[in-house]
């Protein structure tokens, strides 16, 4: 028997029993309905959750600390860098060196700045996400006097010559417009000057430097990209060692010779629990979103558990239904099943025909159900975007551009998925009364008056 | 070679215990293209030897070779495809599909065969035409008379070309005159393909339309009859015009 003749005869049987047909379909498009508007509102408030932790800080980012350290402790060397560098997964890492700012200010014209100086391995910025609000990253190879403007680190300059009334605040008049800093990042010229004791009488000679850009602001990260002055982590060390020596500073005997934190670029989110692990291994404590991301994700996962289950019970209900008509129309039809068997139907293509008919209402259903699903879904996202346009929802707030936050998102995946389960749920149903077709005797049944 | 043979077939039933014999030691060959009507009274067996011959009851000993075959201990899917074959079938109470036209009920044996649909539905309004039913093609069962619908049931059974076709009770339903109708529709219909044609009845008036009529009593043959005063009614030449 072909399949085509197959399947017409399945779909025939089915649109014969127009409203029998009809209510086992809308049993499997409730249930859909139920499993996918369930699932898909644990899957927006697990997105909605995961932006808003994004914007808590880079996720797959772990910062290595070592500020507590004691002389028994491992040192946050470069050596120790480059052994965390070798570990799987991890992309880039990055010494954070925080010099001192009475150390060093960085002058340009009469405007000078004393404002926070990171060290960090300036052809590493791009792996962790730090972008160019003006001008660019550091180009390969660039000079160790090559440095990178923080967002407001414009504004951070004051003017020397005055006492008071000297700095610009980054902060919009009245028409919101920003006004402009005493400097230009990208215009002016830059300069080093190491900081000597007020008595001192030795001379210094400035360093240029060479600013490329600002940065765009990300308090997610770290260093964080604001009110500070970014460079190379070895040029840093130098204007440090420098300032020591003109200032006569000996060096702390009990304290090794490390940075007090580093971050560690990670592969992906999945990679983080086992670089972090490897991390600590080596003897240094660390902090990850991780550590945030984990419990709320089991969470998540629980309420997803919860909400799934709950509509897997009306679609256990539905295959309850399918089963029932199906067994239905085997009494109805024993004596159809009979006489195909006498005419020479083989039992094979008795069965596939039953389970055609039982996976066609599944298939059905799951159709009608995705359909349905998606405009539940709109109407949900529509009133509660709605409704936080109006009272400003906290957790829509919190979840990132607020306008953008939806509650239920049905992925492609979920709608696949679900129809592929609700074709599944029918062939089940339909095993156990397709079976009995087939065991019908093909005697009695056409013997049946 | 003989067609259908029969050797020491027995079949006993077991009802709560107890054994009924219903057939017992039955030999018998059948020849091809032979006309055989098979008469008993209700009870005496013959349903249950037609039965055995097609397949629907397996016998409880002996063996039957169909074509030469051994089918005595056929499995069910072996029977369904030799029966799609070989095996027409016209029942008493007709055994059409309530929901299906008088076509698609013709061309059922050919779509379990794997026929494409529009060759199959040429053959079967062909044979409906052979029938007179060529005005009812697209009529349900429900909407022909009892005559019209064994006529339906007689394409239905000729239609694959078997080598045999079963008959159980054709004319059972049917008042005299549409009785003596399809007879003859079906003898003609036979001796026009080269069929073999078993007949089972208790009807004695049908006997007359077979070269060979066998009786059956209590389980086992009675007698053996050649007819050869045969009346077969309407002659091929003017069906098949």
Redesign the interface.
């Known amino acids: 028997?072909?399949w085509?003749?197959m399947l017409s005869m399945a779909l025939?049987?089915l649109f014969?029993r127009k409203v029998r047909t009809l209510l086992t379909v809308m049993g499997v498009v409730i249930g859909t309905c139920a499993i996918v508007v369930m699932m898909s509102f644990g899957i927006g408030i697990k997105q909605s959750m995961e932006t808003m932790m994004q914007n808590m800080g880079d996720l797959t980012v772990i910062t290595i600390n070592n500020e507590s350290q004691t002389p028994d402790s491992a040192a946050l060397d470069d050596k120790t860098l480059e052994q965390v560098k070798t570990i799987k997964d991890v992309v880039a890492v990055t010494p954070v060196f925080y010099l001192d700012p009475s150390a060093v200010t960085i002058k340009s014209r009469k405007y000078s700045y004393q404002g926070m100086i990171y060290g960090v391995s300036m052809s590493a910025l791009k792996e962790f996400g730090y972008q160019a609000e003006t001008g660019t990253l550091p180009a390969e190879g660039a000079p160790e006097t090559t440095i990178l403007f923080g967002k407001d680190a414009e504004y951070d300059f004051i003017d020397s010559q005055k006492s008071s009334n000297n700095m610009i605040f980054p902060q919009a008049d009245k028409n919101g417009k920003m006004p402009d800093p005493y400097v230009s990042a990208l215009t002016d010229k830059f300069q080093a000057e190491i900081n000597l004791p007020q008595d001192s009488t030795a001379k210094t000679k400035p360093i240029k430097l060479q600013c490329v850009g600002t940065l765009v602001e990300d308090w997610g990260k770290n260093p964080s990209p604001s009110h500070s002055v970014f460079m190379d982590v070895a040029f840093a060390k130098q204007l440090r060692d420098k300032y020591n020596k003109l200032n006569n500073i000996k060096k702390d005997p009990n304290k090794k010779d490390g940075y007090d934190s580093a971050s560690v670029k990670v592969a992906s989110v999945e990679a983080v629990p086992d670089a972090e692990k490897a991390i600590q291994d080596m003897g240094f404590s660390t902090y990850s979103m991780e550590s945030v991301r984990k419990p709320l994700e089991e969470q998540m996962r629980t309420i997803q558990m919860i909400l799934g289950g709950l509509g897997a019970i009306s679609l256990l209900v539905a295959a309850l239904g399918i089963t029932n008509t199906m067994i239905m129309s085997i009494y109805e039809r024993t004596?159809?099943i009979?006489?195909?068997?006498?005419?020479?139907?083989?039992?094979?293509?008795i069965r596939t025909m039953f389970l055609v008919e039982a996976g066609a209402i599944g298939f059905m259903g799951g159709a009608i159900g995705i359909a349905q699903s998606y405009a539940i879904s709109f109407l949900i996202n529509t009133l509660y975007a709605a409704q936080n346009a109006g009272g400003g929802d906290a957790m829509g707030a919190a979840a990132g551009g607020g306008a953008a936050a939806q509650i239920s998102i049905i992925p492609v995946w979920l709608a696949l998925g679900a129809l592929v389960f609700s074709t599944m749920v029918g062939l089940v149903s339909g095993f156990h009364p397709a079976n009995r077709a087939v065991k019908i005797s093909?005697?009695t049944a056409?013997k049946q008056? | 070679m003989s067609l259908i043979c029969l050797k020491d077939v027995r079949k006993v039933y077991h009802v709560d215990k107890e054994k009924i014999v219903a057939l017992g030691r039955i030999n018998i060959t059948i020849e091809p293209r032979e006309i055989c009507c098979v008469l008993g009274t209700s009870g005496s067996g013959k349903s249950t030897l037609l039965?055995m011959m097609?397949g629907?009851?397996k016998a409880t000993k002996g063996s039957i070779l169909i074509d030469g075959k051994d089918v005595t201990n056929f499995s069910?899917?072996q029977w369904?495809?030799?029966?799609?074959?070989n095996?027409g079938?016209v029942?008493q109470?007709y055994?059409?599909?309530?929901?299906m036209t008088a076509v698609e009920n013709v061309a059922?044996?050919l779509?379990?065969?794997?026929m494409?649909?529009n060759e199959r539905v040429k053959r079967a309004v062909h044979m409906l035409k052979i029938v007179n039913l060529g005005d009812r093609l697209l009529h349900k069962p429900t909407q022909m008379s009892g005559g019209q619908q064994q006529r339906v049931g007689i394409a239905?059974a000729f239609i694959a070309r078997p080598k045999i076709v079963f008959a159980d009770e054709p004319t059972g339903n049917l008042d005299s005159r549409t009785s003596r109708e399809v007879m003859e529709i079906m003898v003609a219909m036979a001796k026009k393909y080269h069929e073999t044609l078993i007949i089972v009845t208790h009807d004695r008036e049908i006997a007359k339309y077979a070269d060979r009529v066998i009786t059956i009593h209590d389980g086992s043959v009675q007698s053996d009859v050649r007819n050869l005063s045969v009346n077969s009614g309407v002659n091929e030449e003017e069906l098949s015009s």
């Open positions: 028997m072909k085509k003749d025939g049987n014969k004596r159809e009979g006489i195909m068997k006498v005419l020479g139907c083989v039992v094979r293509n093909a005697l056409i008056e | 039965n097609a629907l009851e069910e899917k369904a495809l030799f029966r799609q074959k095996i079938f029942f109470s055994n059409l599909m309530p929901t059922m044996p779509m379990f065969k794997g494409s649909k239905r």
